[in-house]
């Protein structure tokens, strides 16, 4: 079992930066893949970016040269640094970790709001 809690969120102007954490109660060494995702009000849940134990990162079309997700495994946490924000990356923010056998596992999320 893992519980996860994201921290970072807040409010920043359009072109400015901010850096998500996500902080793992139980290893996240026992993860195949962990990844953020982004909710907007009224919309689907959507992958931003993930990291898969094989060492591949991945990144939403949308956030590509702008976002750089990272793992510090010492201190069971995740990270998101999110640059040049526009207000379409507005939105609860999750971090997700799924097993080897495929539990999914959720944090409460992190609003992140981009003024224009």
């Known amino acids: 079992q893992v519980r996860l809690r994201e921290t970072g969120g807040g409010f920043v102007q359009a072109g400015g930066s901010l850096r998500l954490s996500c902080e793992a109660i139980?290893?996240?060494?026992?993860?195949?893949?962990m990844a953020w995702y982004r909710q907007a009000p009224g919309q689907e849940r959507d992958l931003v970016a993930k990291i898969t134990r094989g060492g591949r990162t991945e990144y939403a079309d949308s956030v590509k040269g702008r976002f750089t997700m990272s793992e510090d495994t010492a201190r069971n946490s995740l990270y998101l640094q999110m640059n040049s924000l526009k207000p379409e990356d507005a939105g609860l923010y999750y971090c997700?970790?799924?097993?080897?056998?495929?539990?999914?596992?959720w944090g409460q999320g992190t609003q992140v709001t981009v003024s224009s």
């Open positions: 139980g290893s996240i060494l026992a993860a195949s893949v």
């Open positions: 997700n970790l799924q097993s080897p056998a495929g539990s999914m596992f």
